[in-house]
């Protein structure tokens, strides 16, 4: 016989533990997840004041004409931005000289030191036709169907409606370093440190100092969907990142994480649309948070998040990452496995995630991608 006596029992409790651990320590695979290219749509090269709408010789009218029926998706690249459809037809695209914020529901472009700002709907390309006029100094922000005003001092913010009334005014001393906001309300963060939490209407849920470290400064922010968490990173010389749970008018810290090094800049942050998971910037790298269990995660990769997307059926995370002329898509399990990642080179990129429909874009191009083996 190959073992002997004591050799003998060794060799087969050897193989026991092996088993044993084997079962014990497996982690559930899932299928195999992969992109599909569905379309690529060239993104028209324009000039400062030209708007591409595909038809140069079209009335207003006949261009507004191409957005009927259709659910247009706003892009942001760079110094430009546009409307496309689902299917892949670029409906517009313009390079703004200056400024510019778009959502689905508007867009406005204005200068370094506006005095008032006209706001136009997707289908609108008769610039002498604004649905709307801000007539304060300041610079506009859309978020969907949401209308905010930043003063120009950079301390304080309006609402507005889409009727051009302001329904709230926020101030503080010290600029604004962070914000959010969701159906709910919003998030703000100021150079001093203090974390500020308004409803929908405008009214405080919290105001405070997070605290923790020896220089107070918010660098992120987000709030949940449904208004009841917020997460922001604060703080330099032992920064740390703070999960905050709200109730009524009551709020509570109910988890916080310090990190060895600062990230001095200002950090995205978002939630994804169930309020499950929130996701950040550090040092460290992608910073995933486990609303539930309480626990974070990090994911080592380098970069700027430039796009964030959520399938909450399957439970997959999107992230598009950016450094330099490089970039990274990245699909996770959250909180912390990684199912798959590519890359490739553009300036500047957006993503866009509908489910399992992903829409990649560069700096020439736009790209839907499906995602198969969920």
Known sequence: MLFKGKNKFIFIGVIIILVI?????????REDVYLMPDWASPIPKVQNGQIYSGEAAASFDELKQRFDGK???????GESFGYFTEDGKILRSEIAEDRFT???????????????????????FDLEKPFLRIDKPGYVYLDKDRIFLFEPEGSSLSQYDNTGKKLWHYTHTFPITAFQSSKAGCVIGHSDGLLVCLDSDG?????????????????????SEDGKQVLCLCGLNKQRV??????????????????EKD???????SFDKSGDFAVFESTEGIGIVDCKNLTLSIIKEEGFISGLGFQNKNNLLTVLLQKEDECSI??????NFMIGKTKFKSKNAFLIQ???????????????LDVRGL
């Open 263 to 269: 990230l001095r800049r200002q950090a995205f942050a």
């Open 71 to 77: 659910s247009p998706i706003v892009f942001s690249l």
């Open 242 to 259: 703070v999960l905050i749970n709200i109730s009524g008018n009551q709020h509570k810290i109910i988890y916080h994480s310090y990190f």
């Open 21 to 29: 651990y084997i079962f014990a320590a497996a982690v559930p695979m």
């Open 102 to 124: 778009a959502s689905s529901y508007a867009w406005t472009k204005y200068p370094q030191k506006p005095l008032f700002t006209d706001i136009y709907t997707p289908e609108e």
């Open 330 to 335: 990245l699909l996770i399990d959250p909180p």
């Open 354 to 368: 509908k489910e399992d429909k992903i829409y990649i874009g560069t700096d020439d191009k736009i790209a839907a």
């Open 203 to 223: 009214n405080s849920l919290f105001s405070f100092y997070p605290g923790g470290s020896t220089y107070q400064s918010i660098m992120g922010a987000a709030i």
